[in-house]
């Protein structure tokens, strides 16, 4: 649990960010690529969380082999995975790129 929650808490502050009135494309494009990156380097480092880490190494002392620690990671892992993987599918927003020149002009307007 405490891993699903220290991930829910990232999904949310950027569902809040993507979902404001006042974006434009961009800073929607911006966003989702924000996450995607963050997610990216959550993979890519195992990254699990210290209070999940904290779990894990209490359970370890106890009856928990090595081995199960590992594979609990490698689920982590494929969770990051996944959420890329869906992300990837439902975000249409590659053409957006086209328009960047808009960004700078977007700043004017405010």
């Given at each position: 649990?405490?891993?699903v929650?220290?991930?829910?808490?990232?999904?949310?502050?950027?569902?809040?960010?993507?979902?404001?009135?006042?974006?434009?494309?961009?800073?929607?494009?911006?966003?989702?690529?924000?996450?995607?990156?963050?997610?990216q380097?959550?993979?890519?480092?195992g990254?699990?969380?210290?209070?999940?880490?904290?779990?894990?190494?209490?359970?370890?002392?106890?009856?928990?082999?090595?081995?199960?620690?590992?594979?609990?990671?490698?689920?982590?892992?494929?969770?990051?995975?996944?959420?890329?993987?869906?992300?990837?599918r439902?975000?249409?927003?590659?053409?957006?790129?086209?328009?960047?020149?808009v960004?700078?002009?977007?700043?004017?307007r405010?």
């Amino acid at each position: 649990m405490y891993f699903v929650q220290c991930e829910a808490s990232h999904f949310n502050e950027s569902v809040i960010k993507i979902q404001s009135q006042l974006n434009t494309a961009m800073e929607m494009h911006s966003e989702v690529a924000n996450l995607k990156g963050f997610l990216q380097a959550r993979k890519d480092e195992g990254f699990i969380g210290i209070q999940t880490k904290r779990q894990l190494t209490k359970l370890e002392k106890e009856d928990v082999t090595k081995g199960q620690v590992e594979n609990f990671v490698s689920k982590a892992v494929l969770f990051y995975d996944t959420c890329i993987q869906y992300i990837n599918r439902w975000d249409h927003s590659d053409n957006v790129n086209m328009l960047s020149f808009v960004s700078p002009l977007m700043l004017l307007r405010r």
